[in-house]
């Protein structure tokens, strides 16, 4: 099996160690280091009250909730759009992005207005169950965290769908029904994207007290919150995120162990057109599935964010006098996930192509920062990186661009790892056969068969980094504003038109991005490979 | 691709800040609103050629944001003014070791209460808490007169109140706690909780609560009201507590950073904040800020410090007492 070479592999893991690994490190060594010595005086911390313990039952019960329920929309979502002959499914295949691209708390508002007494649903469904209802907070908190991010389960499903070897869908189609080798064979080869997406939503709906607090939901994470913010006692904040930590590193075995042994691996990867199924009668139920899903996701909030907004003039006003945040805010993001996807391509290699020993430390250290709130790892940056011989570093941009990668990298990774297992590595040693060197072979080898997991990281670092408010919130160098501070703001003195009118030219100019990146993927594609 | 790459580079040496060598600049961190702060700052930059560069804090944060930033930066400071919304924070950040003593001619007519001893920090512009009610809902005569009050059966389910672990409403429950003592606060909390008090993310929630008609009535401060009843919102404000222990003032506070970059800049807008002008200005304001001086030029709508029944607090104190009080409500209130 061919390796990454080591003048390539200790420069990228010495840069990743340093940006991802060491703020962490720090985080998770600092309660163990009171006023100069070694001290065990925060494990006390761990200790959990009766009222901590329910928190945390709450946490993980929403968390799993949030996450069955994206699987259940978002999963079908990307087989009928990316494998059957649904009608309309290139529009299909761009609108669910949407919820990506509105912030969650905007969607908890909406849904949270729409939910409450006296809003249109919450009038609507006793007259339509004929009988009262009314929606717990839990179950408001969970539906509104899955709208928001069940695309991430539809977009790596997508991704990994379009890395599947179409001769095991073609040979499993002779001995069976299309649906049963659909749900035998297709879905499973899929499984380290949907896996992954799966646990994007999991993570984003553990460690986010925002949403939940919106309906009134106490979760963990706020005890986290309170413990850094309201008691300004951050080694206790960081002993209370352990029990977050030892759940992410119980999910990475779970997930060791199930693709343990199992190859994802295709041999013709992306050379033909992928297989579509015919709905035949189920045309209409899958059409009125997506529609629905859509609607919930997408039409509510945008057309509640239409309605707050109220007039053009508003809108053109905001854009105008936001447009330098908006200029910078999109610039920071891009340079980030453009560092992230160039990381993640990288690290997933390594950690793809390495012995299986040093593969497992290294999904750990890619998957437990995770686990780490955004505050904290913002604290851990300051105190790694505010020093007299990094001031230069420090006070400028830069140091957002890091923040950043450190942040959502292992995100970047993840995504590149999936693509990455569907590839069969006797391509590259074909490659090197040929003569090719290292860095050859994966130029026109790896990186063209990985361009749409790679494309999917890019985008989904860019989001990510676009829509942070915590670690922007610490670093932000002195005179600069980024988007979300500034929605943020608006927010506070109830300005609500001003930050309906901003999200909605956020969400447009990210879908002329995202409009951008796929025609840039179609247009690096050749014609004969595009589904 | 080597054009998207020299693109991206060139951007990001512009935007990594090449400022003039020879320009004067003030850093100031400021958790009071950008609505209200920028302008103010814009003009300090007017005046004086200084350039002001801000860094603001957001309501997520529960404001929380620059004070934390400010002691992970205490080893290599960047800053050297905070200008805080509120007095609570800032004396822990005294007791820190994070500010210098610096006391500006323009804080001599400020009355002691207002500032530190030792010169760590004054106040000016002061925020009250008060009551918002909705005027669909509830008529004047409806009001109760102490916020004591609120928990009796009366108003059981019908009452919002921020997350009294952070920011101003956490200042409030300090307040309490010094004025009433333990043990009368914890009994009124829990009487509160009790009386299902709607406990929710920031005082702008809970004013909004009260604009959308949720609940009648909630407690919150001067500023989130005054930005609704300006915009025509069906609210009002009432100073609670006026014949008994008086309403809570909190005033904005303005300190140095021990061993900033700028000392001398940072003193010019330190003088500059704490002037009549400033605190005139921000009575004006949306945030209808209460000049904590007399003679202060206000609108008819912003009353005079003098004219309100002002719970009379040590500020020191409420500070001791913050870690205490935020314990016990975050036992009694997350779960």
Redesign the interface.
């Known amino acids: 099996m061919l390796q990454c070479p080591r003048w390539l592999s200790y420069p990228v893991l010495t840069a990743f160690s340093l940006i991802v690994i060491a703020p962490i490190l720090f985080l998770v060594l600092s309660p163990f280091w009171h006023e100069g010595h070694i001290s065990g005086l925060y494990l006390q911390e761990l200790i959990l009250s009766t009222?901590q313990l329910?928190?945390l039952k709450t946490s993980m019960l929403l968390a799993g909730t949030a996450t069955s329920l994206a699987l259940v929309l978002g999963l079908p979502y990307a087989l009928l759009v990316e494998r059957t002959d649904l009608p309309g499914r290139s529009l299909f295949g761009l609108a669910y992005i949407i919820p990506l691209l509105i912030p969650p708390y905007m969607q908890a508002i909406v849904w949270d207005s729409l939910l409450?007494?006296?809003g249109w649903i919450a009038e609507l469904l006793p007259f339509l169950i004929g009988g009262p209802f009314e929606v717990s907070p839990f179950w408001a908190a969970a539906l509104s965290l899955s709208l928001a991010y069940y695309p991430f389960v539809t977009l790596l499903t997508i991704s990994g769908l379009r890395g599947i070897d179409r001769s095991y869908e073609d040979a499993g189609i002779l001995h069976r029904s299309p649906w049963s080798s659909l749900s035998r064979i297709t879905v499973p080869l899929a499984a380290p994207h949907i896996i992954s997406g799966a646990l994007f939503v999991f993570i984003f709906s553990i460690i986010d007290f925002?949403v939940p607090?919106?309906f009134?939901l106490?979760v963990y994470p706020?005890?986290i919150f309170?413990q850094?913010?309201?008691?300004?006692d951050?080694k206790a904040a960081v002993a209370l995120a352990f029990p977050l930590l030892l759940l992410m590193a119980g999910l990475v075995l779970i997930q060791v162990r199930c693709m343990k042994g199992r190859s994802y691996v295709g041999f013709g990867n992306g050379q033909r057109k992928n297989r579509r199924f015919s709905l035949g009668r189920a045309k209409f139920p899958a059409l009125a599935f997506s529609v629905f899903v859509l609607c919930l996701s997408v039409f509510i909030p945008v057309l509640f964010l239409i309605r707050t907004t109220g007039t053009w003039a508003i809108f053109m006003d905001v854009l105008v006098s936001s447009w330098p945040e908006i200029v910078?805010s999109f610039?920071?993001a891009?340079?980030a996930a453009?560092i992230m996807t160039v990381f993640a391509f990288f690290i997933a290699y390594i950690m793809e192509r390495s012995p299986s020993k040093y593969r497992g430390v290294l999904e750990y250290m890619t998957q437990l920062p995770f686990a780490i709130p955004a505050?904290l790892l913002?604290?851990a940056l300051?105190?790694l990186w505010?020093?007299?011989v990094t001031?230069w570093l420090?006070?400028?941009?830069?140091m957002i661009?890091i923040g950043y990668v450190a942040h959502f990298a292992p995100f970047s990774i993840r995504v590149v790892l999936s693509s990455l297992k569907q590839i069969n590595p006797h391509l590259e040693e074909i490659g090197h056969l040929a003569g090719h060197n290292w860095l050859r072979t994966a130029g026109r080898i790896l990186v063209p068969l990985t361009r749409t997991g790679l494309l999917t990281a890019f985008f989904i670092g860019f989001i990510l980094s676009l829509g942070d408010?915590?670690i922007s919130?610490?670093i932000?160098?002195?005179?600069?504003?980024t988007i979300p501070?500034?929605i943020?703001?608006f927010?506070?003195?109830?300005a609500e038109a001003k930050v309906a009118a901003l999200s909605l030219a956020l969400l447009g100019m990210q879908l002329i991005l995202v409009t951008g990146l796929l025609t840039l993927y179609h247009k690096t594609t050749p014609s004969y490979e595009r589904p | 691709m080597k054009t998207l790459i020299n693109i991206v580079f060139i951007s990001l040496l512009l935007i990594s800040g090449c400022t003039e060598q020879n320009q004067r600049e003030v850093v100031v961190y400021t958790s009071l609103d950008q609505l209200f702060s920028e302008p103010v700052l814009e003009d300090f930059q007017d005046k004086t050629g200084i350039k002001v560069k801000t860094v603001y804090d957001v309501e997520a944060s529960k404001t929380m944001g620059l004070f934390n930033r400010l002691l992970a930066e205490k080893a290599n400071p960047q800053c050297d003014v905070f200008w805080n919304s509120e007095v609570g924070r800032t004396i822990i950040l005294k007791n820190e070791g994070v500010l210098t003593p610096y006391v500006s001619p323009s804080a001599e007519d400020i009355p002691a209460q207002f500032k530190d001893v030792d010169g760590f920090w004054t106040g000016f512009a002061a925020r009250a808490r008060v009551l918002v009610y909705n005027t669909d809902l509830l008529e004047e005569s409806e009001l109760p007169e102490s916020i004591l009050e609120l928990a009796e059966p009366g108003w059981k389910g019908r009452v919002a109140l921020a997350y009294p672990l952070f920011g101003t409403t956490a200042t409030h429950v300090a307040a309490l706690w010094t004025h009433l003592g333990p043990y009368k606060t914890k009994k009124y909390l829990k009487s509160l909780k009790a009386n299902d008090i709607i406990i929710v993310d920031g005082n702008a929630v809970a004013r909004n609560m009260v604009v959308r008609g949720r609940v009648p009535l909630a407690f919150t401060d001067t500023d989130d009201v005054n930005v609704a009843v300006q915009s025509g919102k069906p609210v009002k404000m009432v100073y609670p507590d006026s014949q008994g222990m008086g309403a809570l003032f909190i005033p904005n506070t303005v300190a140095m950073i021990k061993d900033c970059p700028h000392q001398e800049e940072a003193k010019h807008l330190i003088d500059y904040l704490l002037s009549r002008e400033v605190e005139s200005r921000l009575a004006f304001s949306e945030s209808a800020q209460v000049p904590v001086r007399d003679g202060v030029a206000t609108p008819a709508h912003v009353p005079s410090y003098s004219s309100v029944k002002a719970m009379v607090m040590n500020y020191e104190e409420i500070a001791k007492n913050m870690k205490e009080a935020t314990r016990f409500c975050q036992e009694l209130f997350v779960r």
């Open positions: 009222r329910g928190l409450a007494k006296g925002g607090d919106i009134r106490r706020l005890e309170i850094f913010s309201g008691l300004y951050e910078y610039a920071m891009f340079a453009l505050i913002g604290v300051i105190k505010n020093h007299p001031a420090y006070g400028s941009s830069f661009i408010l915590g919130l610490l932000i160098p002195p005179g600069i504003q501070i500034k943020y703001n927010m506070h003195y109830g």
